[in-house]
């Protein structure tokens, strides 16, 4: 078992939502974390609120999708706490849409997701998970540190419609705990640096606040546990995955049961 106590966290997305709850977990048991965000100001609220509970916290105002961005975020966790050891890229977007909409009149197609929509999801969701994963192995490779990468898919990588650009992300978030644990094997790397990926179901952050709150009242009724989950208990199964070696490239759903039905 891996311990928390006196262990460094890189997070991306740490300024709000799940990200923030893990950053929260990981200082309240004893662990150091980076926390990686676009908004500068929200950013330095969280390290105050995480400073406040007696955390170690160091920040960096972060684009994912900007490789220099994700190199430097890297190097502050190992010039300020000398190590990295947890990596969770949680920084994530939604654009939602129909790819194509025909009008209700005519029957013609009237709007289309635009490819604008699509590879904003992409850049975020998936190259900016790709960058911040990448800097960070490098530098637990370089520096000898042992860890878990832990990514962020969702139910939603099962196919949700209206999410053809993050379903796609998601789904792809599935398959990369499979390649970095079949490289790292061959590397001679596996037993040093673990890769899983969380699936959650419906979490009650501001990204599903910021949803259409009908068609959210309609998704609960499917939920078995018949509530959002709390952000809590996605960061407990990151830190139950970090400790536990024997666990290595699956996917964990944590759905309070939720089964999509073939609407999506
Ligand atoms: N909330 C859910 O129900 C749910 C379910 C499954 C998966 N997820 C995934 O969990 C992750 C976190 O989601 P959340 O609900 O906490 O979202 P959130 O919107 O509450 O937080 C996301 C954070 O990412 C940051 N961010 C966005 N773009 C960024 C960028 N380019 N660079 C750096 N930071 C950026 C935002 O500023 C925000 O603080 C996402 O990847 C999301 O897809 C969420």
Known sequence: MLEIKGSV????GGAGGIGYAIAEHWVKNGGKVVIGDVQAELLEKAAASLTAIGGEVA??????TNEDDCGRLADTAIEKFGAINLVAPFAGIIKDGLMISPDKTTGKVSRKMSVGD???VIDINLTGVFLTVRECAARMVDNKCKGLICLVSSTGSLGTAGQINYSSTKAAMSVMPKVITAEFLRRGLSGQIRCVAVAPGYVGTPMVKGMDQKALETILKDVPIGRLIEPEEVAQLVSDLYRNEALAGEVYFISGGLRLSSRG
């Open 59 to 64: 920040t960096v105002v972060c684009n994912v």
């Open 9 to 12: 966290a890189v997070v991306t």
């Open 118 to 120: 699509f590879t904003k």
